[in-house]
């Protein structure tokens, strides 16, 4: 399994998350990729998985985690197609990123309590199974509109897989936390 980060332009990775990755580095291949549009630098590790033919857990620059919460996830992904664990967004209410689709678009839901199927998540802590990531074009993370409700890269994502046929699951074992 690779692992991947963007870093938006402009943007510096706070240290806590760089401590983060500099433990990983030692058992962990990482991919960064740098630029204005969050869809693109996502597609950009998409396809660095592709390529060198990896499972990949996409890790935004701001999330801090330990090894544990990788080896979960790698572990996750030996039978289940994508999972996330749990983790807050960094605006006000401070909700998790995990949502469940409503008539044409979708909404924040409490995580759940066991490992679960969900609708869509965020992408800040992602693993994605080897299968997906061989099976799925590589604009996998190209934003969708679903009769005219447009859609972040993330949420387009969860919206392609689940179209595809994969499950999208939360392991709330695995809690990450999120520097702002």
């Known amino acids: 399994m690779i692992l991947g980060t963007i870093v938006p332009n402009n ?3 706070p240290w806590e998350s760089v401590k983060c990755f500099l433990k990983a580095a030692e058992k962990y291949s990482i ?3 740098q630029g204005p549009y969050l869809y693109e630098n996502r597609n950009i590790l998409f396809r660095y998985a592709k390529k060198y033919n990896q499972s990949i857990l996409m890790i935004d620059s701001d999330i801090i985690f330990t090894l544990n919460d990788i080896k979960k996830i790698e572990k996750d992904l030996q039978n289940l197609d994508i999972v996330t664990g749990v983790y807050c967004l960094d ?3 401070y909700p998790a990123a995990i949502l469940k ?5 979708y909404e924040f839901t409490e995580p759940p309590k066991q490992l679960t199927e969900i609708d869509a998540s965020g992408a800040g802590f992602l693993g994605i199974s080897l299968k997906v990531v061989q099976q799925m074009s590589e604009d996998a993370f190209n934003n969708v ?3 005219g409700v447009p859609h972040g890269e993330d949420i387009s994502f969860c919206h392609r897989a689940k179209q595809n046929g994969y499950k999208i699951w939360c392991d709330p074992e695995i809690q990450v936390g999120q520097v702002k």
Not at 101 to 105: A, F, K, S, T, W
């Open 145 to 147: 509109f679903e009769k």
């Open 91 to 93: 605006n006000m209410p």
């Open 101 to 105: 689709g409503i008539e044409n678009d």
């Open 11 to 13: 943007y510096f990775q």
């Open 31 to 33: 991919f960064s990729a």
